[in-house]
């Protein structure tokens, strides 16, 4: 079966630093990913995604990173600030036959940002 | 709605009680799944619904539980004879569903799953 997980489940990094945060998969059948961002009492919320035909993708301050060879996906997070403190969560999908869709989860990196 | 709404928000419970957990995806979102969330863990894949069938069940940790969804929208994760390890946020998230494809072959959504804020179980 597949799983999804990460390297360090709890990160520290000073204001202004920037924040890698890692993820490996294993089914190399996955064709897209995506990186959550979960506050405490909410639910994940959507930060960036990556189709498996690329190997890197930019949004506002964030990168994601996909390296298909090793099965590893980064995020990284440009001079991170106190609102970046979360769980980061990435998550890859697989289309099953028919095309359906499953989407599994890692376990989760607590980010804290320190002032 | 505007958002994945789920009810209730908070549940506490007695053990060995029947609880039944609300979901009310985003309007036209043909794909639903439930999630479980224990306390400072990861998210646990429960079921998919892809419109009101469940092509995978897996996840779904024993007979007592079971889901259902009606009218390709409101789902409910009923959850029987509630034990203790069962407290944990259920997490309910829809998206587009099935993926179209161009005539070239790619696909053209983009699968992201859309949350609620989850429903908090507490079984005493």
């Known amino acids: 079966g597949e799983s999804v997980g990460l390297h360090l489940p709890t990160l520290s990094v000073q204001e202004g630093d920037n924040s890698i945060i890692n993820c490996a998969y294993s089914?190399?059948?996955?064709?897209?990913f995506i990186w959550y961002k979960q506050e405490s009492g909410k639910g994940p919320q959507f930060i960036i995604d990556?189709?498996?035909?690329?190997d890197k993708r930019q949004g506002q301050r964030v990168t994601v990173l996909l390296n298909k060879t090793v099965k590893h996906l980064s995020l990284q997070i440009a001079a991170t600030q106190p609102g970046d403190s979360a769980v980061y969560f990435c998550?890859?999908?697989?289309?099953?036959?028919?095309?359906?869709?499953?989407?599994?989860f890692g376990t989760g990196t607590k980010l804290q940002v320190i002032p | 709605g505007a958002g994945v709404s789920q009810s209730p928000s908070n549940k506490v419970t007695e053990k060995g009680k029947d609880v039944e957990l609300r979901c009310d995806p985003i309007?036209?979102?043909?794909?639903l799944y439930w999630y479980r969330q224990r306390l400072g863990q990861g998210l646990e894949f429960l079921i998919y619904?892809?419109?009101?069938?469940?092509?995978?069940k897996s996840g779904l940790p024993s007979d007592r539980f079971s889901a259902e969804r009606t009218g390709e929208s409101v789902s409910t994760l009923t959850i029987q004879r509630t034990q203790q390890e069962d407290s944990a946020v259920y997490l309910c998230?829809?998206?587009?569903?099935?993926?179209?494809?161009?005539?070239?072959?790619?696909?053209?959504?983009?699968?992201?799953?859309?949350f609620g804020e989850g429903s908090r179980l507490t079984v005493l």
């Open positions: 998550a890859a999908r697989i289309l099953n036959s028919g095309g359906y869709q499953k989407v599994t």
């Open positions: 619904f892809q419109g009101n069938s469940a092509p995978d």
């Open positions: 998230a829809s998206s587009l569903g099935t993926l179209r494809y161009r005539t070239s072959g790619a696909p053209t959504n983009t699968g992201e799953l859309f």
């Open positions: 089914n190399s059948a996955s064709d897209y």
């Open positions: 309007s036209g979102h043909t794909a």
């Open positions: 990556i189709r498996s035909n690329m």
